[in-house]
């Protein structure tokens, strides 16, 4: 600056343009709105409302969410000129129920089972639910509504404002029960009911069509443990069920401008004639016929969607006359399950409603979960090293053209009509009105050879000099995977067996002593799921057909289901014995209901007794489960809840002296343990509080064959695990969520999770064996940067559909190189990423700080100031509940020694 004066005038614009982006962008910060508070609340006061004041969301939604408001508004009651369908999940076993209605200004959603957040990604559906309205769906069954809650999350962040659902009567009851765990701040969640009329929006009229079951089921007694106090008698279920017919009504034919112009029709008047299909005549006395400039008129077409869950609603079906008398039929889709659509009744209901119909499949017949990119990330990582990524078995997405339209043809021989089963992708044309209405173009796919070639060839690699380099170096390291063992005997002899051409009987690879338990990777994203990353999951297997699952989100039968398929993973599911809930984010446990009823059917499918599944996990799980359990569905009959807060190791406390010895430990858990313990086939079960959100826990167990395995859950590094898992040894295997880079620690302490250096860090404060890396933000979808991890040979990190034994975990490093380099875009993308965000939050990048304005603070120090006051409310907390708990000592200490000096004074009387 070349005076004072230049520079106050830079500095006063800059304030300026600093406060109108604030007033822009309609919010104001956390720490703003902290120092607006100082002057009138004392210390402890702003600790308080901390929280209340962090920003629950990226400020620019509420714009978006505005400027969508604003568009509904005005936007005119037209016919839209573009309209399909498309099938998002088609209701494969373990796969999500949900069907897609596009139109040019709207979307709609018929069925949201559970998994279709994460299906929207393969099919970049991702901004089209910034234009998601409304939501249909057919029962009140979690196969049909579980996905909600993730969808809502979802069009929230892509900016919709609300979403109206549609449904049988109390369907609104699941939104209410999960807003304990899924926060919607500034998102309207709407319902239309009955009493509101007939659907219609200009695009597209939809009635409502209700059908009763016959008899209504039983809702069955929760056991015991689920709620303490007298159930009294539980209502039945309302067991309605809503068919939908979907009528588009005709839309005139597009006005050629060009024709009129040519005919020498003026603008005016005389085009809107035209338009509306009257002929007009000219000033010459020439005759202007409408249908000579105006397109051909789309036909009305009406679409059916049906669910019949069972044979007792086929009474309501056949006796409906709304369902038999459709006009424009086109296609229906049946969301029946296969035992009902191949009974004979419902056949001869479907030869009633006309030839010409289409009928597509939406149920367990159907083949393929629909996300192809994970089978194409999973057979890539199988070639660097196969022993950690088996085959999915279960993925079905392996197809050529020719091979998807064999898969969706579906031929009864009693019927006269076209049934086909869905498929992710299918498309159903409605408007404009082509010959070909089954469009599967867009059906995704897995392409081996493509993958192959990704892998091996580089194809991404632009330069032949440098693919060749590449193709050269990535064979080298292919090799290095395959043979990398940090033991030097057994790596020389896998490295003499590679020379001699010959591969290492499995009996050498692995020792049946060290291969249990077995950890199966089902799921290691955090928040949200994404394309690679699916939300927490991990199974283990303690001991050959004994199952225990970790945490359970959202997709995790899915998960389960593409790795071992339908008999594989019915297998595990009746081998399983407990599911551990660290807390009650949705994206931990929103697959829970999903793997219990699977589990059941799976038992009861072989005519064999349903054996107790323990739910492992806090109380108010439990508030959730058994509303869910009493308004919906059972799902509780055969589950035994285990609180983890009488799972906590406790101090033993001297009787006498109130001192806490902290080398005896004990738990609540007392008359129930061992047979819990023998149940699950452990003989340690521990719990610690994490820090995190209220109710959550870290897990400690060991295995009958004494192998020592800890879960952190999502924490911030914490004394209390680090204490349940050196009790009596460190583990053998630690688990620790590693949420994002280290550079990131204040977003880290903000959002109460760990980075990856804390992670190892914690890994070798308890000294633990082996150290592996989960729950990774989806930044790092793909794979996580390793400068913090490289040259840790006791660390690795997890992938989905990875899993990995006790005698093979250390070869973990030996695939980096190899994946560094097939993924060296993904690597710099990360970098820059990286870049970007350390400019703005880390002290010394070049926007941390503000010039002249000192009365705001900067990006960085934001984060400073709200990490250290979440720290020293955290501190506060801490000391609060000691000073409260040697309050009660002292409290129950002198009741005590008044008690005993009651008794003296008695005792001296009486000899009186």
Same mark, same amino acid.
């Given at each position: ?135 249909? +769906? ?6 049909? #509504? &579980?996905?909600? $809650? *993730?969808?809502? =999350?979802?069009?929230?962040? !892509? /900016? ?94 597009? +006005? ?6 040519? #005919? &020498?029709?003026? $603008? *005016?008047?005389? =085009?809107?004639?035209?338009? !509306? /299909? ?102 890539? #990582?199988?070639?660097?090293? *196969? ?526």
């Amino acid at each position: 600056f070349t005076s004072t004066r230049d520079y106050l005038k830079y500095a006063g614009w800059h304030k300026m343009l600093k406060l109108s982006n604030l007033a822009s962008r309609r919010f104001f910060s956390s720490s703003f709105v902290l120092s607006k508070n100082n002057s009138s609340k004392n210390n402890n006061s702003r600790l308080h409302n901390l929280l209340a004041n962090m920003p629950k969301e990226e400020a620019h939604l509420k714009d978006v969410r505005k400027m969508r408001m604003e568009k509904r508004t005005k936007r005119f009651l037209v016919q839209p000129a573009n309209i399909y369908w498309q099938v998002l999940g088609c209701g494969s076993y373990g796969g999500p129920t949900s069907l897609f209605l596009h139109t040019d200004h709207r979307k709609y959603l018929f069925n949201c089972g559970e998994g279709t957040q994460r299906l929207t990604s393969q099919l970049s559906l991702g901004g089209a639910l910034s234009q998601l309205e409304h939501v249909f +769906l057919t029962s009140k069954t979690w196969r049909h #509504l &579980g996905g909600l $809650p *993730g969808v809502c =999350l979802s069009a929230k962040a !892509a /900016g919709a404002p609300d979403i109206t659902i549609h449904g049988p009567p109390g369907c609104m009851e699941l939104y209410q029960a999960t807003k304990r765990f899924v926060r919607l701040y500034e998102f309207n969640v709407l319902a239309h009911t009955e009493d509101d009329g007939v659907f219609e929006d200009g695009a597209v009229k939809v009635e409502q069509v209700k059908l009763d079951r016959a008899v209504n089921k039983k809702c069955p007694n929760l056991p015991r443990n689920w709620k303490e106090d007298e159930q009294g008698e539980w209502e039945d279920y309302d067991n309605t069920v809503q068919a939908y017919i979907c009528h588009f009504s005709p839309k005139p034919g597009k +006005l050629d401008i060009e024709k009129c112009v040519d #005919l &020498g029709v003026k $603008p *005016g008047p005389m =085009l809107g004639m035209l338009k !509306a /299909g009257k002929d007009v005549t000219l000033d010459d006395g020439r005759v202007v016929r409408s249908c000579d400039v105006v397109g051909d008129m789309a036909p009305p077409s009406t679409f059916l969607v049906l669910d019949v869950p069972d044979l007792e609603y086929l009474d309501s079906l056949e006796s409906s006359e709304k369902l038999m008398n459709l006009n424009n039929l086109e296609a229906v889709f049946h969301f029946s399950p296969h035992e009902v659509v191949s009974s004979p009744r419902y056949k001869q209901w479907l030869k009633g409603v006309g030839d010409n119909v289409n009928h597509i499949l939406l149920n367990e017949s159907c083949k393929g979960l629909g996300l192809p990119d994970v089978t194409a990330y999973t057979h890539k #990582l199988r070639m660097i090293r *196969g022993e950690f990524f088996p085959a999915l078995v279960g993925a079905e997405d392996s197809l050529a053209n020719t091979e998807v339209e064999k898969m969706v043809k579906f031929d009864f021989e009693e019927f006269k009509t076209t049934v086909m089963q869905g498929v992710t992708g299918m498309k159903v044309n409605v408007r404009p009105n082509l010959s070909q209405k089954i469009d599967l173009s867009d059906v995704v796919r897995f392409d081996e050879e493509l993958a192959n070639k990704e892998l091996m060839e580089g194809i991404k690699v632009t330069d032949p000099q440098e693919r060749e380099e590449y193709v050269r170096l990535m064979k080298e390291d292919i090799e290095f995977a395959h043979n990398f063992n940090p033991d030097p005997v057994k790596s020389l002899t896998a490295k003499l067996a590679a020379i001699d051409g010959l591969d290492l009987p499995i009996a050498e690879k692995t020792s049946s002593s060290s291969s249990f338990p077995v950890i199966t990777f089902l799921g290691t994203g955090s928040s949200s799921p994404s394309q690679y990353r699916n939300v927490s999951g991990i199974l283990v297997e303690t001991e050959p057909g004994s199952f225990l699952m970790m945490d359970c989100g959202e997709g995790t039968i899915s998960q389960l289901v593409r790795m071992r398929g339908r008999v594989g993973a019915e297998r595990v599911l009746m081998g399983l014995k407990g599911v551990y809930i660290s807390h009650m984010h949705a994206d931990h446990h929103l697959g829970l209901i999903n793997i219990i009823q699977l589990r059941e059917r799976s038992f009861i499918s072989r005519d064999r007794e349903v054996k107790k599944l323990y739910i492992i996990s806090t109380s108010r799980l439990s508030e959730f489960l058994t509303e869910y359990h009493s308004k919906f569905e059972p799902v509780l009959t055969n589950a035994e809840l285990v609180k983890c807060e009488l799972l906590v190791l406790y101090n033993v406390r001297d009787e006498v002296t109130k001192v806490e010895d902290d080398t005896k430990k004990h738990q609540f858990l007392f008359t129930e343990k061992k047979r819990v313990l023998a149940d699950l086939g452990l003989v340690e079960l521990f719990t610690s509080r994490a820090i995190h959100c209220p109710h959550a826990f870290c897990l400690a167990l060991k295995t009958t064959a004494g192998y020592k395995l800890a879960y952190s859950g999502d924490t911030r590094p914490c004394q209390n695990f680090r204490d349940i898992c050196a009790w009596g040894g460190g583990p053998d295997l630690l688990i620790h969520e590693a949420t994002m880079e280290h550079f990131m620690i204040n977003d880290a302490i903000i959002k109460k999770h760990s980075t990856f250096t804390e992670a190892i860090q914690e890994g070798q404060a308890m000294g633990a064996k082996f150290t592996m890396l989960t729950h990774f933000s989806q930044r790092y979808a793909k794979m996580p940067t390793l400068d913090e991890i490289k040259g840790k040979p006791n660390v690795g990190i997890a992938f989905d559909n990875m899993v990995v034994r006790p005698d093979n975990m250390k070869m973990i490093p030996g695939i980096y190189p190899a994946l560094t380099r097939f993924l060296w875009d993904y690597q710099k993308e990360l970098s820059d990423r990286a870049e970007q965000y350390k400019a703005r939050y880390v002290e010394g990048g070049a926007r941390a700080t503000q010039l002249g304005l000192e009365d705001f603070p900067s990006p960085m120090e934001e984060k400073i100031q709200l990490a250290e006051k979440l720290k020293k409310r955290y501190e506060d907390k801490t000391q609060w509940f000691l000073k409260v708990n040697k309050r009660k000592m002292m409290m129950k200490q002198q009741e005590e020694e008044a008690e005993a000096e009651k008794k003296k004074v008695a005792k001296v009387d009486k000899k009186l």
